[in-house]
């Protein structure tokens, strides 16, 4: 019901950044807490980050001090600044959202490769 659109994937060596973006197109009605997933080839799907309205951040043990999530309510949009990238990073990330930590919704995925 409510359409995520990611961008910013791509292919970066070791030690490279991205910043992956993730708009809503609707209102604000439907979506407490945004965020993003990740599933590398073989494992299951794992959460990277999310973020609620108040604006803190929650972040796999794995990701911190790497990736930076931020958050405009107004306009239904998230940003995850990933920096220090390692090749275990590389997944098909997903934005999701919904009104509570469980994602009600979600976008196609947009690949991060991150070469040795």
């Known amino acids: 019901q409510v359409p995520l659109v990611e961008s910013g994937g791509g292919l970066v060596q070791a030690g490279g950044s991205l910043r992956l973006s993730c708009a809503a197109s609707?209102?604000?009605?439907?979506?407490?807490?945004m965020g993003w997933y990740r599933q590398a080839p073989g494992k299951q799907r794992e959460l990277v980050a999310r973020?609620?309205?108040?604006?803190?951040?929650t972040y796999t043990d794995s990701v911190k001090g790497r990736f930076t999530l931020s958050r405009d309510n107004a306009k239904n949009t998230v940003s995850l600044q990933m920096n220090s990238l390692k090749p275990e990073d590389t997944a098909v990330y997903y934005c999701?959202?919904?009104?509570?930590?469980?994602?009600?919704?979600w976008g196609q995925g947009t690949q991060v490769t991150v070469s040795s």
């Open positions: 999701a959202s919904g009104l509570t930590v469980t994602p009600a919704y």
């Open positions: 609707t209102n604000s009605l439907y979506i407490n807490v």
């Open positions: 973020i609620g309205r108040g604006g803190s951040a």
